[in-house]
Nanobody
Framework: VQLQASGGGLVQAGGSLRLSCAAS????????MGWFRQAPGKEREFVAA????????YYADSVKGRFTISRDNAKNTVWLQVNSLKPEDTAVYYC???????????????WGQGTQVTVSS
């Protein structure tokens, strides 16, 4: 499956963005979808994940209550609504597809190219 992330940008602290990830070339509904992020000089970290059937969602503690992951299997798309942004949310955000609901990057075999989110203070 190929993934194309979009929707990043430069926002002020407290602002919002809606990140999108469009999938093609596979059976989207058969994949768990996740969002990860990587800031300069840091390791890639888990942000959120959603199960195949939209039954379960997981969030990193640092984004819980501010970010919302959702998907539409008919549109082959997963979104990450990011609200109340903080400067520490600045990173490249990646969408990923995997076979199991997990927080570990190693459990996701397909990755998009990333979209930059920059939050100014």
């Amino acid at each position: 499956v190929q993934l194309q992330a979009s929707g990043g940008g430069l926002v002020q602290a407290g602002g919002s963005l809606r990140l999108s990830c469009a999938a093609s070339g596979g059976t989207f509904s058969s994949y768990t979808m996740g969002w990860f992020r990587q800031a300069p000089g840091k390791e890639r970290e888990f942000v959120a994940a959603i199960s195949r059937s939209v039954g379960s969602t997981y969030y990193a503690d640092s984004v819980k209550g501010r970010f919302t992951i959702s998907r539409d299997n008919a549109k082959n798309t997963v979104w990450l609504q990011v609200n109340s942004l903080k400067p520490e949310d600045t990173a490249v955000y990646y969408c990923a597809a995997g076979r199991m609901l997990s927080r570990a990057p190693r459990d996701f075999g397909f990755w998009g190219q990333g979209t930059q989110v920059t939050v100014s203070s």
